[in-house]
C-alpha cells in the first residue's frame, strides 16, 4: 500500500453516544466483517464489554476501501468511552493522524465529548465531528451543529449527520475520512521504527504487541530489539488486524498491526516502547505518560493456597492493562495479597470481573481508597477544603458546563450515581488530577472491646468521621458472630470515641441439637468447632472469624 493510500483513525464519543455501533457499520460497509444481526459490537471482544455494554480495551481493525479506483487501506482504532478509560483514549490517539468525533444528536455535547475533544486537539488530529442517532424522535441535529461551532469551533457545515443503527449516511464518513485525514507522515527507506501502543497476552503464543510503524518495514524472520529492555527477539509472526490476528508477510510504515516475537514476560513488553531492527538503532519515539492511579484497593486471595495462581493472573491482566498498579502487601485478616492502584472505580470493577471470568480467580477486594500525603506540621489546621467552583461554560440555552475542584475521595466512590440520579441521568462527568492539597483529615481506629483492629484502621474526613465509624461498627455488628461475653464496638479518633455499637454475649451450644448419646458424633461436633476456631483470629479476647473482615472490607 502506498502511504498516500493510508489513513489512522479513532472514534471518540462520550459513553453510548454509538462509537462501537458506528465502528460495526464500518466494518460492514468495508466487507471487513459480513452483515448479520449477530455482528453487534465486533470490536467489544472482552466478555465484561459486551456484558455491560461498554468498551473498555481500545481495538484496531484495518479495513479496506474502494474510493474513485483507488485502493485505500483504514486503520480503525477503537476507543473506551468511560472517564476511567481516557488512558486508553490518548495511547490509541498516538498511532492516528485523525478522529471521528460522535456526537448524540438527541443529548448534544457531554463531558466526555468535551475530554476527548481535548485529547485529539492536543495532539494535533484532525477531527471529524459526526452528529449520530438522527433518527431519533428527539434528534436535533441543528442545536447540536450549534453547540459543535461554539465549543469547539469548528464550521457546524463540516458536521456529518448519521445514524449508525440504520445505517443512514455512513459512507460519508469513510468519505470524509479519506479527504479530510492526511495519511501518516513515514519514512519507508529509514530502518525501522515501530511503536508498541498496546499489548494482550495469549496463553499459548505470549506478548502479542500492536504496533504502529513510523518508519521502515518488518517482517517475519526479523531481529528485533526493544529499546526499553536492549532485549533481541526474532519475529516470528506480523501481520493486521482484521479485526482478528491475519498473518501477512511484511509490515510497512504507516501500517498498524500486531507483531509475535517470542516475549513470554511481563516486562518484556511496555506500552509506549519503540522496537527497532538488530544492530539500526533508533532514536526512541516519545512513548507515553504512565497512567497515575487514582483508587487503591487490596486485593487478597480466597484461601491462601490460590497465592500463586492468583499472582500469575494478576501478572497477564496487567500486561493488558497497563494502567493498573501492583505492590505486594499483607494483612493480619486476609493474609498475603497485593495493593493494586486503579484509574477509577469502575475501572477496578472491571478488572476484578476480568479477573473472574478470563482467569478463574476468585478474590477478596478491599473498600477503595485514595491517596494522602501526610505532612507533620501545624498546617492540618488549615480548613478543609470542599469543592470550589472553577467557572461556567453555557453549552447552549439548556446545558452548562461547570467546572470544580473537588477532593478526589469524594468523587471516587458514588459521586457519579448520585448525580446521575440527582440529574435523572441528564448530567455528565468528567475529571482530571488536580494534585494534592490540604485537609483535615483524620485517623480512625475501630476497637473491639478497647483493643485496635489493625486491619481496619482509615484515613477519613474530620467531618465524615462520624457517620463513616458509625456505617463500619454496624457492618461489624452484623457480621460478628456473639461471644460469651458482650463485645464493644467503637470507632476512635485517638481516645475520642465517635461511634459505638454493642454484641451481646451468647453461648452457642454445638451439642444442643445432639439429643441422647453418640459420642462419636459429639466428638466430631466439637472437633469442627475447634477446626473452625483455627480460622479465627484473636483481638484481645474477641474471637473474630476471617469472613467477619471480609464482609467489613469487601466493597460489594
Ligand atoms: P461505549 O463503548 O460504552 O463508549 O458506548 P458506545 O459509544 O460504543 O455506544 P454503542 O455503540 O454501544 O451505542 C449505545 C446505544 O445507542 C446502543 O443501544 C445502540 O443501539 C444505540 N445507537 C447507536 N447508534 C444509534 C443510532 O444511530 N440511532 C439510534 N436510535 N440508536 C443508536
Known amino acids: 500500500f502506498p502511504v498516500e493510500n493510508i489513513r489512522n483513525f479513532s472514534i471518540v464519543a462520550h459513553v453510548d453516544h454509538g462509537k462501537s455501533t458506528l465502528a460495526d457499520r464500518l466494518l460492514e460497509l468495508t466487507g ?13 471482544k472482552l466478555q465484561v464489554e459486551r456484558e455491560r455494554g461498554i468498551t473498555v480495551k481500545a481495538q484496531t481493525a484495518s479495513l479496506f476501501y474502494n474510493c474513485e479506483g483507488k485502493q485505500y487501506l483504514l486503520n480503525l482504532i477503537d476507543t473506551p468511552g468511560h472517564v476511567d478509560f481516557s488512558y486508553e483514549v490518548s495511547r490509541s490517539l498516538s498511532a492516528c493522524q485523525g478522529v471521528l468525533l460522535v456526537v448524540d ?51 457546524s457545515d463540516e458536521c456529518i449527520k448519521i445514524s449508525a443503527k440504520l445505517g443512514t449516511n455512513v459512507e460519508s464518513v469513510l468519505q470524509a475520512v479519506i479527504e479530510r485525514i492526511p495519511p501518516p507522515k513515514v519514512h ?37 530489539v ?81 497465592y500463586n495462581n492468583l499472582k500469575s493472573a494478576i501478572e497477564k491482566l496487567t500486561l493488558n492493562d497497563s494502567s493498573v498498579t501492583v505492590h505486594r502487601d499483607s494483612s493480619l485478616a486476609l493474609g498475603a495479597g497485593w495493593r493494586l492502584g486503579f484509574l477509577g472505580l469502575l475501572h477496578m470493577e472491571v ?71 440527582l440529574s435523572s441521568g441528564y448530567a455528565s462527568f468528567d475529571y482530571e488530577d488536580a494534585g494534592y492539597q490540604t485537609a483535615e483529615l483524620v485517623k480512625m481506629d475501630i476497637l473491639l472491646n478497647g483493643n485496635t483492629v489493625e486491619e481496619l484502621v482509615t484515613v477519613v474526613h474530620k467531618d465524615k468521621a462520624h457517620s463513616i465509624g458509625k456505617a463500619i461498627c ?3 455488628k452484623d457480621s460478628l458472630p456473639r461471644q460469651l461475653f458482650e463485645i ?64 467489613v472490607l469487601k466493597t460489594r
Open 32 to 44: 471487513t466483517i459480513d452483515k448479520t444481526e449477530n455482528n453487534k459490537q465486533v470490536l467489544d
Open 105 to 155: 444528536a438527541n443529548e448534544g455535547i457531554q463531558a466526555q465529548t468535551v475530554a476527548n475533544f481535548f485529547l485529539a486537539f492536543e495532539a494535533q488530529l484532525s477531527v471529524i465531528p459526526v452528529i449520530n442517532k438522527i433518527d431519533l424522535k428527539n434528534a436535533d441535529p441543528e442545536r447540536v451543529e450549534n453547540q459543535i461551532e461554539k465549543v469547539f469551533d469548528i464550521p
Open 188 to 224: 519507508r527507506k529509514n530502518p525501522l521504527r515501530a511503536l508498541v501502543f498496546d499489548s494482550t497476552f495469549d496463553q499459548y503464543r505470549g506478548v502479542i504487541a500492536n504496533v504502529a510503524l513510523f518508519d521502515g518495514v518488518v517482517s517475519k524472520g526479523d531481529k528485533i
Open 226 to 306: 526493544s529499546a526499553h529492555t536492549q532485549k533481541t527477539y526474532e519475529v516470528n509472526e506480523v501481520g493486521v488486524l482484521n479485526p482478528n490476528e491475519q498473518p501477512t508477510h511484511k509490515l510497512y510504515a504507516g501500517q498498524v498491526g500486531y507483531l509475535i516475537a517470542g516475549m513470554k514476560n511481563v516486562i518484556e513488553a511496555q506500552i509506549g516502547d519503540t522496537l527497532y531492527l538488530h544492530k539500526q538503532p533508533v532514536e526512541p519515539l516519545p512513548g507515553f505518560k504512565s497512567a497515575k492511579p487514582m483508587v487503591f484497593a487490596g486485593m487478597y486471595p480466597v484461601d491462601q493456597s490460590e
Open 351 to 421: 478488572f476484578n470481573q476480568r479477573l473472574e471470568q478470563e482467569y478463574n480467580a476468585s478474590v477478596i477486594l478491599t473498600t477503595p481508597t485514595v491517596p494522602y500525603k501526610a505532612v507533620l506540621s501545624s498546617s492540618k489546621l488549615i480548613k478543609a477544603r470542599r469543592a470550589v467552583q472553577k467557572n461556567m461554560i453555557f453549552i447552549d440555552q439548556n446545558r452548562v458546563m461547570l467546572k470544580y475542584l473537588f477532593p478526589l475521595n469524594e468523587i471516587v466512590v458514588d459521586f457519579y450515581d448520585s448525580l446521575k440520579s
Open 474 to 476: 454496624e457492618r461489624l
Open 488 to 551: 464493644a464496638i467503637q470507632a476512635a479518633i485517638g481516645s475520642k470515641i465517635i461511634a459505638r455499637e454493642t454484641v451481646k454475649a451468647y453461648r452457642k451450644n454445638v451439642l444442643a441439637k445432639c439429643y441422647g448419646g453418640d459420642i462419636t458424633r459429639k466428638m466430631k461436633l466439637l472437633k469442627r468447632q475447634a477446626e473452625g476456631k483455627k480460622k479465627l483470629r484473636k483481638i484481645g479476647n474477641v474471637e473474630v472469624p476471617k469472613d467477619a473482615f471480609i464482609k
